[in-house]
């Protein structure tokens, strides 16, 4: 039965389908940028074929046949190719038609697809790229998300973004990164700077930078679609299961972090009833495999054990903060941080008392390792307001605001000046 909006349905399996579209073409082909402008020919194809005869049973397989039968037009074409092409053509006889496979039908897809996503995470990031490579590459080929859809996440010129994914393709080919999950110490290596980059952006979904957006949920939701990923494809990573628990957690709050019109609620004031249980108890479930695995020490995992204190305690009173100022001890150990730090001096606040609390800050602030922060200066005017210190922390707001590139947060920091100074 053709479909009713064929645009709506190569958008659907280009959200689904297109990270598993793409590592299972750069296996074939063995280059990531020419895979992914096979993947995009194939949907072309869909496109023009699927509102007259349907959408097949298996449009992921329907894609991949396609995209491969592209490919050995492509390197039939080219006469430079000639070896290259034959090595395709003895490896793709058994799966590769000689014509367009008929509407409806499965097609050929090849096993091990989802280590093929693995693989495509480990190319995408790659350390041999910029932490912004990394990230736009990571976006554009596993999450599927258009270079629009990412300028508008990083409040970047779209033009921006397309130079970086560009590059980064250059880089991922000239440096010849293999298509495969590397082993041993470079594994782990790896496996480190592909973290990093979910944790980038579901931290720039959380709390975006810049913007109008407080918080930008697509973002994290993509995050913690990747990481649902990675845990499911390394089962035995304790790391993996550590962020993939921070991210359930924080998410569990997320919808509770903004007021009606927007504005930022910050976690003392939030409505702990909205919270979405379900993400939560996600969240704790992927803490107890972390301690199944024993890796409890890794600094997602520990992030996420701080989380937890929050999401297990019906009211603000009810956490245990002792054990977050612990676990922020514990975490200043394996991940050395200013800002690890400065949380912890926020934790110290709520175990015991303001004052020990800006004392640490203030070392802080006299190290100069924050200089530019707002987060250390809307801090410090937090602690200083509890201490009754109301025209310092007025003033401590202001610098904060004028630090911040987001504009509710601006606008949040001003506010709390202004009700002081009144």
Not at 316 to 337: F, H, I, K, N, Q
Request: charged share 25%; glycine share 8%.
């Amino acid at each position: 039965m053709p479909v009713a909006d064929p645009t709506a349905a190569i958008e659907a399996v280009f959200r689904i389908e297109f990270a598993r579209l793409v590592a299972g073409l750069t296996r074939f082909v063995g280059d990531v940028g020419l895979a992914e402008e096979l993947a995009q020919d194939a949907l072309v194809d869909a496109l023009e074929q699927w509102p007259t005869h349907g959408t097949p049973r298996n449009p992921g397989a329907w894609l991949m046949t396609v995209g491969k039968r592209k490919a050995i037009d492509r390197f039939r074409r080219d006469r430079r190719l000639d070896e290259k092409y034959a090595l395709l053509g003895r490896a793709g006889a058994t799966d590769a038609p000689q014509s367009a496979p008929p509407p409806g039908t499965h097609g050929a897809f090849e096993d091990h697809i989802d280590d093929d996503v693995l693989r495509l995470m480990f190319v995408a990031c790659h350390p041999v790229l910029s932490v912004a490579a990394r990230t736009a590459l990571t976006l554009r080929l596993v999450g599927g998300l258009t270079t629009a859809e990412i300028a508008r996440a990083y409040v970047v010129p779209e033009a921006t973004v397309k130079q970086r994914i560009l590059r980064a393709k250059r880089a991922v080919s000239k440096a010849g990164v293999p298509f495969e999950v590397p082993e041993g110490e470079d594994r782990a290596a790896r496996l480190g700077s592909v973290l990093e980059v979910v944790y980038l952006i579901f931290n720039e979904g959380y709390s975006a930078t810049a913007g109008a957006d407080w918080t930008r949920p697509a973002l994290c939701a993509e995050a913690l679609r990747l990481g649902r990923v990675l845990a499911e494809l390394a089962p035995d990573e304790p790391e993996v299961h550590g962020l993939a628990a921070l991210m359930e957690i924080q998410s569990s709050r997320l919808h509770a972090r903004r007021g009606p019109d927007g504005e930022p609620v910050l976690l003392l004031d939030q409505d702990r009833r909205t919270w979405d249980r379900l993400l939560i108890n996600r969240g704790l479930a992927a803490l107890d495999r972390v301690r199944d695995l024993d890796g409890e020490r890794g600094p997602y995992a520990l992030q996420a054990a701080i989380a937890a204190c929050h999401v297990v305690a019906f009211r603000v009173e009810d956490t245990d903060w002792s054990r977050v100022v612990a676990l922020y001890g514990e975490l200043a150990e394996v991940a050395p941080s200013p800002i690890v730090e400065l949380n912890r001096a926020v934790a110290v606040s709520m175990a015991s008392e303001p004052g020990a609390a800006l004392d640490l800050v203030d070392q802080l602030a006299a190290s100069g390792t924050l200089d530019g922060y707002h987060l250390l200066y809307g801090v410090r005017g937090d602690l200083l307001e509890k201490l009754g210190r109301s025209a310092e922390a007025a003033g401590e707001f202001r610098r904060a605001a004028s630090l911040t590139r987001n504009e509710s947060e601006h606008q949040l920091l001003l506010d709390r000046a202004e009700a002081l100074e009144r």
